[in-house]
């Protein structure tokens, strides 16, 4: 029986009730999947080669169901960016159509923030700001720097004048400055690339959620936990939903 005041072994046997398999196991294949390009297929066979007999479909359901949660419990751990904001959209197909993924970098390519939106506009614009504002790492920022969509000076322009962003904040629109955040955009193509779309704007939100948790792990973003170390990164991942990596 489970002790009501032993909080962390209810948050475990919640994350993991009814699983099949081991919470190692299910954060294994999470965490290779969101950082990799392979298919779901592809990590069924890896899984296989390791002893572990799963389903693709059931690798589906985990993503679905702790890509986003981790995203969601990594923001706390996150080390501060600075106020050079470089923004810019880059598209996503989902169920055949193109949709809008607004990301911000910092002068660093430090992640931001991100919002899959369905419209390209000055509300799409303003949704992402307010979103990446909100965050615990960001700062109101110094400059902002975009390209020439006509959406972001009038979302700007509405924001200062609700006092929801700095009046001195500054923006830039000038392509070449924003190469930073263009680049940035490449990791996120060449992850969607073998899932060939998404089936749903949900399943889109949720699986880019975990896309971009796991590159600011692997950006270094995560206090104490190296970019490049994948033993600190293991044991960061499963600290988080209670698991001893």
Same mark, same amino acid.
């Given at each position: 029986?489970?002790?009501?005041?032993?909080?962390?072994?209810?948050?475990?046997?919640? #994350?993991?009730?009814?699983?099949?398999?081991?919470?190692?196991?299910?954060?294994?294949?999470?965490?290779?999947?969101?950082?990799?390009?392979?298919?779901?297929? #592809?990590?069924?066979?890896?899984?296989?080669?390791?002893?572990?007999?799963?389903?693709?479909?059931?690798?589906?359901?985990?993503?679905?169901?702790?890509?986003?949660?981790?995203?969601?419990?990594?923001?706390?751990?996150?080390?501060?960016?600075?106020?050079?904001?470089?923004?810019?959209?880059?598209?996503?197909?989902?169920?055949?159509?193109?949709?809008?993924?607004?990301?911000?970098?910092?002068?660093?390519?430090?992640?931001?923030?991100?919002?899959?939106?369905?419209?390209?506009?000055?509300?799409?614009?303003?949704?992402?700001?307010?979103?990446?504002?909100?965050?615990?790492?960001?700062?109101?920022?110094?400059?902002?720097?975009?390209?020439?969509?006509?959406?972001?000076?009038?979302?700007?322009?509405?924001?200062?004048?609700?006092?929801?962003?700095?009046?001195?904040?500054?923006?830039?629109?000038?392509?070449?400055?924003?190469?930073?955040?263009?680049?940035?955009?490449?990791?996120?193509?060449?992850?969607?690339?073998?899932?060939?779309?998404?089936?749903?704007?949900?399943?889109?939100?949720?699986?880019?959620?975990?896309?971009?948790?796991?590159?600011?792990?692997?950006?270094?973003?995560?206090?104490?936990?190296?970019?490049?170390?994948?033993?600190?990164?293991?044991?960061?991942?499963?600290?988080?939903?209670?698991?001893?990596?």
């Amino acid at each position: 029986m489970i002790c009501p005041g032993n909080g962390q072994r209810v948050r475990r046997v919640a #994350d993991f009730k009814g699983r099949h398999f081991t919470g190692e196991v299910i954060l294994w294949a999470v965490r290779w999947y969101l950082m990799f390009p392979i298919s779901y297929r #592809d990590l069924e066979l890896m899984l296989a080669d390791r002893g572990v007999v799963v389903d693709h479909t059931t690798i589906f359901r985990w993503i679905q169901t702790y890509a986003a949660e981790l995203e969601k419990r990594l923001r706390p751990h996150l080390r501060s960016c600075n106020g050079s904001w470089r923004v810019d959209e880059t598209y996503i197909k989902i169920k055949g159509r193109w949709t809008y993924l607004y990301r911000a970098v910092d002068r660093y390519g430090q992640t931001i923030d991100f919002l899959l939106s369905a419209r390209r506009d000055a509300a799409a614009a303003k949704r992402f700001f307010r979103k990446a504002l909100g965050q615990p790492h960001t700062v109101n920022p110094r400059t902002i720097t975009v390209d020439k969509n006509a959406a972001y000076p009038k979302a700007v322009a509405d924001m200062k004048g609700a006092g929801e962003l700095w009046r001195r904040t500054k923006l830039r629109q000038c392509k070449y400055l924003n190469n930073i955040v263009e680049q940035d955009h490449r990791r996120i193509k060449r992850l969607t690339g073998p899932g060939l779309g998404f089936g749903s704007f949900r399943t889109a939100r949720r699986t880019l959620a975990g896309y971009e948790a796991m590159a600011m792990v692997r950006k270094g973003q995560v206090r104490k936990v190296g970019g490049r170390d994948m033993k600190a990164q293991t044991a960061f991942v499963a600290e988080l939903f209670d698991l001893a990596a």
